[in-house]
């Protein structure tokens, strides 16, 4: 895939682990410092510094790499791919929750695993709490 293939940032599948916008922030801040890490490593490959490793990646990243089919081999497209995610990140379409509890990281995935299917491919939950909900969800978008 060249720079001219790159996915515009409205063809990303969001893996369900990120959930919030700050699950969505995190995923952009650990991609531009995976792309710094890789260009760091090709410098000094010029100037015959070996023995270099791929920088360690969060479960989020790999999939969201996966899912998209990025080629982080290429410095051109991971700089595409940074400006896309950064776009992104701005346009992210966002469904606020409040809940009468705290919401389990496992039952938040599956809600918006649901929400993706069901309102958009690429909204995340911003969840609140309000103790004074008897029960349910109060649910804004």
């Known amino acids: 895939m060249s720079d001219l293939e790159v996915k ?3 063809e990303f599948v969001l893996p369900t682990n990120v959930v919030s916008k700050i699950d969505m922030a995190r995923l952009v801040r650990e991609f531009e410092s995976v792309d710094n890490a ?5 410098v000094r490959e010029k100037v015959g510094v070996n023995g270099q490793e791929m920088p360690p990646m969060s479960p989020q990243l790999s999939e969201f790499l996966e899912k998209n089919q990025v080629n982080l081999e290429d410095s051109g497209q991971r700089s595409a791919y940074v400006k896309e ?10 469904v606020n929750m409040t809940f009468a509890v ?3 990281p496992e039952s938040l995935q599956k809600l918006v695993s649901w929400v993706r ?3 958009h491919p690429q909204a995340v939950i911003e969840a609140h709490l309000q103790p004074d909900l008897v029960a ?6």
């Open 85 to 94: 995610l950064r776009a992104l990140k701005k346009q992210l379409p966002v």
């Open 8 to 10: 515009k940032f409205n």
């Open 38 to 42: 890789l260009t760091a490593m090709s």
């Open 102 to 104: 705290v919401a389990d």
């Open 117 to 119: 299917e069901s309102i």
């Open 136 to 141: 349910g969800v109060y649910l804004r978008t």
